[in-house]
């Protein structure tokens, strides 16, 4: 790895810092017309604090089978920004709503 590398990395890390705790990824995909922008966080609360500091103002829960998630997205201006929490394998989003992650 050369110089350029290690600079571009340090970068990256910094950048994901200045996000908040708890963000465990970022990925920026460019498109021809829009960018897309997908953030990973480590809990719940800390989604929800991500979302509130970026304007994140769509809510949903995805499922698959037993595997359930919570994201906030946004689109403006040919970005979208989707960040999701951790995967829950246990009770559906109804019955865990209510209790903390």
Do not use: C, Y
Not at 5 to 26: D, K
Not at 38 to 50: E, S
Not at 79 to 86: K, N, S, T
């Amino acid at each position: 790895m050369n110089a350029k590398a290690v600079t571009f990395t340090s970068a990256m890390e910094g950048w994901i810092a200045t996000l908040g705790p708890g963000v465990r990824s970022v990925t920026v995909t460019r498109h021809a017309t829009w960018t897309l922008v997908k953030i990973a966080v480590m809990t719940d609360v800390l989604l929800a604090a991500l979302a509130a500091d970026l304007g994140l103002d769509q809510a949903a829960t995805e499922q698959r089978g037993r595997v359930w998630w919570r994201t906030m997205s946004s689109t403006e201006n040919g970005v979208l920004v989707i960040a999701a929490g951790p995967h829950h394998d246990s009770l559906g989003p109804a019955v865990a709503a209510d209790r903390p992650s």
